[in-house]
Structures are given as structure tokens and as C-alpha cells.
């Protein structure tokens, strides 16, 4: 399906604005974004895998970004760049006109009258805004979205239908929260007492939340207990990801489905975490680790490199294929030991 919008740009235009090179007739006009094989002549899309050289020779799009080494595979006009896939996404926010709306508060929200609320915010149907809450410039607020008291929500943030932000909860600006996040509950906290009751802690911090921050739908992110819990700029939370609380997340890290990381852990900048990955409380991980899908992390991590290992603890990527490659041959290697020691045994006895 091609993504359609009522925008369209030459390419001139956005070879400037984007400081790439135009190959073919600079006057060429795009009005929307598309696959090649489903492009047509007024699409612009991209060509970044090999694989689909095939779908780059027989498109018809109207303009392709792509590496200067494919301009010669391409039938079309071409943006000409070290990223293709980078560009394209740029260019593609462009056209894109989801986010756009008519300023103006539904008759069904709920707004408490302390609340300060610009003219150039959209807030919707069922929407609860609860005391003393803070919405900066051009603030979308979804259908049922409820945000308690004392919560700050920077300028041209997002927030879709159905999200929970609790109480003293600050979002930076340019923030995308998807539908089914809950923001700021409490923490999973318990102390046991001797006759094995659990005695709840209360949890008395915050959740802060940076600029250009996107939360994927169904994400929790717990309130801190005593300190708060940080979401740095430019993180990337996927759906269905656990952030204890107090935990702290890094500027531009980016965490795949699936993942929980525990409480008191705090990942550096631009890791790159893989779903279902584990992640236990109070350790360390330092800037620029990545981790494999379904890892299990138990202790910190000091050198930056990518991690793998869902059997024991995580290690390097590179030993943890070695043991891989070992494991699947470790019944036979457990009979060839069993043959040695028994060959052993009966040397020793004659």
C-alpha cells in the first residue's frame, strides 16, 4: 500500500534540504512514499538491500534513494546518498500526515481548571487531565487518556488513546507514547517480614521522560521509589517493554520487544538491547552495548561490544557461538568421555 499525503516536493527541493544528489531531471515531483514493487509514478522509494535488485530494475516510481553504485541498476530519476534507508526515512516524515490535527478540546474531557492548556493542543474525547497539569505548544491527547496530577508534557508530544501517565510524571518534547502505555505506577517493591508477609514500599519518586522519546504500545515504565526513573533523549522503547522502577535508560538507546530490565539498573547511551532480552536489578551497563535477543543479564557490563547467551549468563557474542557450536555436540562428547574414562580404567587395572 502506498502511503499517500496531500504534500508533494520536487526532487530539487529535497535534494536540498537534504544535501543529497539528484540523478536525472531535477523537476521531478513526488507525492508520496511507497515499495518499489508497489510504487508508481508518482512515488518515491528506496533501494538499500541487494536483494531486492530485481524490484529496483522493474519499478515505476517516479524516484529512488540509493547509493551511488545503484544509479545504474535504477529506470528512474534518483536521490544519491551514503544511507539510503536513513534518508528515505527522513524524507518519508515529509509526507507523513498522521499527526496532524485541528487544534480544539472534545465536550467529554475532563480538564481540571488549574490545568494550563495552549489554544494549539488537541485533546479528545474522555481525555482526564487531573490537577495542575502542564501541556506545552501543540500536545496531541488521545481518546480515554487519563493524566494525573502535577505531570509536565513538552511541546509537540503525542500521546494516543488509552495511555496512563500517573501522577509528577514529565514527558519532554517531541515524545510519541503509543496506546496501552502506562507511565509512572509504582514499582514492584516489598520487604519481607518473618512470617513471610510482604510489606508494600511506597513508591515515592518520579518517571522523567527526555525529548524525543517513542514508547511502543503496552510498555510500562514504573514510577522510582525514592529517586526517579530516567528515560534519556532519543530513546526507542518497542511494545510490550518493562522498565522497573528507579531503573535508568541512556540517551539514544534502543530497547526491542519483550524486554524487562529490572529495578536500580541503569544502561548507557546507544545500546541496542534485542527482544525478550532479561535484564536483573542494580547493574551497570556501559555506552554502546548490544545485546542479542532472549540474553540473560546477571552482571554488569564494563567493555562495550555485543552480548549474547540465554543458557548461562551473557558473554561475548563471538565465545558464546563457540559454546553454542559446543553444546549441540554434547552428548557426544559425553560418551566419548565416557569411552576415555572407561579405556583409562581398564588400562590402569592391567
Not at 496501552?180 to 518517571?207: C, N, T, Y
Not at 531503573?247 to 538491547?273: F, L, M
Request: hydrophobic share 40%.
Amino acid at each position: 500500500m502506498r502511503i499517500l499525503s496531500d504534500t508533494a516536493f520536487t526532487l530539487e527541493h529535497l535534494a536540498s534540504k537534504y544535501d543529497c544528489k539528484i540523478q536525472g531531471d531535477p523537476s521531478t515531483v513526488v507525492s508520496n512514499v511507497a515499495t518499489l514493487s508497489n510504487a508508481s509514478n508518482d512515488s518515491l522509494t528506496f533501494f538499500a538491500n541487494s536483494k531486492y535488485k530485481s524490484e529496483l530494475k522493474e519499478t515505476n516510481a517516479a524516484a529512488v534513494v540509493l547509493r551511488e553504485h545503484d544509479v545504474e541498476f535504477c529506470p528512474t530519476a534518483s536521490l544519491v546518498t551514503t544511507d539510503p534507508y536513513l534518508l528515505f526515512a527522513r524524507i518519508a516524515s515529509d509526507f507523513d500526515i498522521s499527526k496532524q490535527f485541528q487544534p480544539g478540546i472534545h465536550a467529554a474531557a475532563v480538564i481540571d481548571s488549574s490545568c494550563d492548556v495552549p489554544s494549539t493542543c488537541k485533546i479528545g474525547a474522555g481525555v482526564v487531565l487531573a490537577m495542575n497539569v502542564e501541556l506545552g505548544e501543540h500536545v496531541f491527547v488521545g481518546a480515554n487518556s487519563v493524566v494525573e496530577k502535577d505531570t509536565k508534557i513538552g511541546e509537540s508530544s503525542w500521546i494516543s488513546s488509552g495511555v496512563i501517565i500517573h501522577e509528577g510524571t514529565e514527558i519532554g518534547s517531541r515524545a510519541i507514547i503509543h496506546p496501552g502505555v502506562v507511565i509512572g505506577a509504582d514499582g514492584f517493591g516489598f520487604s519481607e517480614a518473618k512470617d513471610s508477609a510482604w510489606v508494600k514500599i511506597p513508591q515515592m519518586g518520579r518517571v522523567i521522560i527526555g525529548d524525543d522519546v517513542e514508547v511502543g504500545a503496552n510498555t510500562t515504565i514504573d514510577r522510582g521509589t525514592l529517586s526517579d526513573t530516567v528515560i534519556g533523549n532519543g530513546v526507542k522503547l518497542d511494545n510490550l517493554v518493562q522498565i522497573g522502577h528507579n531503573v535508568i535508560v541512556g540517551d539514544h538507546t534502543a530497547i526491542v520487544a519483550q524486554t524487562g530490565v529490572a529495578g536500580s539498573t541503569a544502561i548507557g547511551k546507544r545500546c541496542r538491547i534485542g527482544g525478550q532480552v532479561g535484564i536483573a536489578g542494580h547493574l551497570k551497563i556501559i555506552d554502546d552495548t548490544t545485546i542479542a535477543a532472549r540474553t540473560t543479564v546477571i552482571k554488569d557490563i564494563k567493555d562495550p561490544g555485543v552480548y549474547a547467551g540465554n543458557l548461562f549468563s551473557h558473554q561475548k557474542a563471538s565465545e558464546w557461538q563457540k559454546n553454542a557450536a559446543s553444546f549441540k555436540k554434547l552428548n557426544k562428547l559425553q560418551k566419548l568421555v565416557s569411552l576415555i574414562n572407561k579405556k583409562v580404567g581398564e588400562d590402569n587395572d592391567s
